[in-house]
């Protein structure tokens, strides 16, 4: 079982659609997790860290942690062109070694 | 300095040849971070480092790959007679303890 799964295959939406996109991890202990958007070429960029079960709000994007399901999402709401990239959920073990294990990523395509 | 800073931007090498890669934390970070990632997104751990002491080593290919963070220098990742399949980018990171983490640019190495 990978550490980390995101959905395979890109997901594309309209311009001001809400872009949903999922998670899952192994490691029940768990305790940080992140989402970063790569651009084609390009570092990854964090947009949202989330350490408690909920959500979390921050601009057009909010996070959702799910502990005892072992999940996390990202939610993207008003989708701009801009946001046409590839998102990498990304999870620190409880190893405590501060780590990330990345999933496979996740290419969303904004259609104007 | 306020980025992670990493070179060269690129490198290439023919088979069998050295390759050394660089990367300069954000000032006031501890903590180093190697990934490799190879295509269709996949990010290998390689080896962090707290200060100039090594972390975690358990990505690391034992034989050929080494890495250092010295005291005023910029850490670097070598890669000792490098093989076709070491074709990738290097990406290194920094962050404070129990914090997010940060990305250079990434070095993209191709053995030819």
């Known amino acids: 079982q990978k550490e980390v799964e995101q959905n395979s295959g890109p997901l594309s939406v309209p311009e001001g659609a809400i872009a949903s996109l999922n998670c899952t991890y192994s490691?029940?202990?768990?305790?940080?997790f992140f989402w970063y958007r790569q651009y084609s070429g390009k570092s990854p960029e964090l947009i949202m860290s989330?350490?408690?079960?909920g959500d979390k709000e921050d601009g057009r994007f909010t996070a959702q942690l799910n502990k005892a399901s072992q999940y996390v999402s990202l939610l993207i709401r008003d989708s701009q062109p801009s946001d046409s990239a590839t998102y990498l959920c990304?999870?620190?073990?409880?190893?405590?070694?501060?780590?990330?294990?990345f999933g496979k990523g996740n290419q969303v395509v904004v259609i104007p | 300095g306020e980025e992670v800073a990493q070179t060269p931007k690129h490198l290439v090498r023919g088979e069998g040849q050295k390759a050394k890669l660089y990367c300069a934390p954000i000032k006031g970070h501890s903590y180093v971070f190697w990934y490799q990632q190879v295509l269709k997104n996949e990010f290998k751990f390689l080896i962090s480092?707290?200060?100039?002491?090594?972390?975690?080593e358990t990505g690391m290919p034992k034989e050929r790959f080494s890495a250092k963070c010295l005291p005023n220098s910029p850490c670097s990742l070598e890669i000792q007679a490098t093989k076709l399949e070491d074709s990738a980018v290097y990406f290194c990171?920094?962050?404070?303890?129990?914090?997010?983490?940060?990305f250079g640019q990434g070095t993209r190495l191709t053995v030819v």
């Open positions: 990171a920094s962050s404070q303890a129990n914090t997010e983490a940060f």
């Open positions: 480092f707290q200060n100039e002491n090594v972390f975690d």
């Open positions: 490691d029940r202990g768990s305790q940080s």
């Open positions: 990304a999870v620190e073990g409880s190893y405590g070694n501060n780590r990330l294990a």
């Open positions: 989330i350490y408690s079960n």
